[in-house]
C-alpha cells in the first residue's frame, strides 16, 4: 500500500518531535486516554492550522495516518509526511477513491487514521466549517470508532492558550451518512465551545 510508513522510524520520529513539540509550544492536552491502544479508529476534528495533524500525531504513542493535502508532500517537508505514513488528499478533486482507498485499508488492518471533515482550514469567523461526509463513511465501510477533538488557542512560543481536548469514541455503525455526519459536527463543536469557555472538569466535556 503506498503511503505505509516505515514504523521503526515513525517510533524513532515520534518521541523526538513529539518532545520538541511540547517544549515549544506548551499545549495542554486533554483526555487522550480516548484514543484506542488498539483497534481502528478515526480520530476527527477541527482544523485551524497546518500543525494540527502533528499536534494530534503526538498525543498517541500509535502510528497515525493523517489525511493531509497533497502540497504538504510536495513541499520542504514532504520527506516528513511521507516517512510518516500521511496520506495525501487533493482539495481540489471531486473525489480522492486513491486516498479513501488508502484510508479504509489502514482502518480495515486496525490501524488509526487522522481526518478533519472540514476537508481543509477554517479562515473564516465561523466556528467550524461544514463536514464532509468522508470521516463517517470511513468509519461505517471499515466498522470503526470515531474519536472526536477540538483545538484552541494559538501556535505560538511557549502558548499560554494552545489546548487539545478528546471525546469518548462514538459508535456511528448503525447510523446513516447524515445522522453520524450530524453527530459529529454537533460533538466536535460543543468541544469547541467547552474548551473556549475554559471548562476543564473531566465532568464537563461531553461524554
Not at 500543525?51 to 497533497?70: M, Y
Not at 447524515?178 to 474548551?195: F, G, M, P, R
Request: charged content about 20%; proline content about 4%.
Amino acid at each position: 500500500m503506498k503511503n505505509t510508513p516505515n514504523v521503526t522510524l515513525y517510533k524513532i520520529i515520534r518521541p523526538i518531535f513529539s518532545l520538541l513539540f511540547k517544549l515549544y509550544y506548551n499545549p495542554t492536552i486533554l483526555h487522550k486516554e480516548y484514543i484506542p491502544q488498539k483497534g481502528s479508529a478515526l480520530v476527527a476534528g477541527n482544523h485551524k492550522h497546518a500543525l494540527d495533524p502533528i499536534f494530534v500525531g503526538v498525543c498517541t504513542n500509535r502510528v497515525l495516518h493523517s489525511l493531509a493535502k497533497k502540497e504538504l508532500h510536495e513541499g520542504k517537508m514532504g520527506f516528513f509526511f511521507r516517512a510518516v505514513g500521511s496520506i495525501p488528499v487533493d482539495l481540489q478533486a471531486e473525489s480522492n477513491k486513491e486516498a479513501t482507498a488508502s484510508a479504509i485499508k489502514v482502518l480495515s488492518n486496525g490501524g488509526l487514521i487522522g481526518i478533519s471533515p472540514e476537508a481543509k482550514r477554517n479562515y473564516t469567523k465561523e466556528l467550524l466549517l461544514p463536514f464532509k461526509f468522508g470521516a463517517v463513511s470511513m468509519a461505517k465501510k471499515s466498522n470503526s470508532v470515531i474519536v472526536p477533538y477540538a483545538i484552541t488557542g494559538d501556535y505560538k512560543f511557549r502558548s499560554k492558550n494552545l489546548k487539545i481536548v478528546f471525546g469518548k469514541a462514538i459508535n456511528v455503525s448503525n447510523m446513516n451518512l447524515e445522522e453520524a455526519n450530524e453527530l459529529l459536527y454537533k460533538t466536535v463543536k460543543i468541544l469547541l465551545l467547552q474548551s473556549l469557555e475554559g471548562k476543564k472538569e473531566h465532568g464537563e466535556y461531553i461524554q
